[in-house]
């Protein structure tokens, strides 16, 4: 069973930082695509970054490209979002979830193992 923990979340002022790592059990790690997902309050859940099983394919939101970026340790069986320039827009919980298939698309129905989410709070 593949299981998928978020972590890192917090609550910030805009214009900083923040890295959440999505640590990945069971299964075979490098075979495995994962993507980050984020939902605020009264909102349907936004596709916010991608990468695929070998790392070199990552996808992007619109609204985060040039902010974010999405990387990958298959050493620790880790995907880490990078998050900067955050904006109070930017806050959401925020899920990692593992697609199997390996390719890390930008829809929700591809992605069979769902963390339990980590809270972003960003302040003015």
């Known amino acids: 069973q593949v299981q998928a923990v978020e972590s890192g979340g917090g609550a910030v002022q805009a214009g900083d930082s923040l890295r959440l790592p999505c640590v990945v059990s069971?299964?075979?790690?490098?075979?495995?695509?994962v993507g980050w997902f984020r939902q605020a309050p009264g909102k349907e859940r936004e596709f916010v970054a991608a990468?695929?099983?070998?790392?070199?394919?990552?996808r992007y939101g619109d609204s985060v490209k040039g902010r974010f970026s999405i990387s990958r340790d298959n050493a620790k069986k880790t995907v880490y979002l990078q998050m900067n320039r955050l904006k109070p827009e930017d806050t959401a919980i925020y899920s990692c979830?593992?697609?199997?298939?390996?390719?890390?698309?930008?829809?929700?129905?591809?992605?069979?193992?769902w963390g339990q989410g980590t809270q972003v709070t960003v302040s003015p």
């Open positions: 979830a593992v697609d199997s298939a390996g390719y890390g698309s930008m829809w929700l129905y591809e992605y069979d193992y």
């Open positions: 990468i695929n099983w070998e790392g070199r394919l990552t």
């Open positions: 069971g299964g075979t790690f490098s075979r495995l695509a």
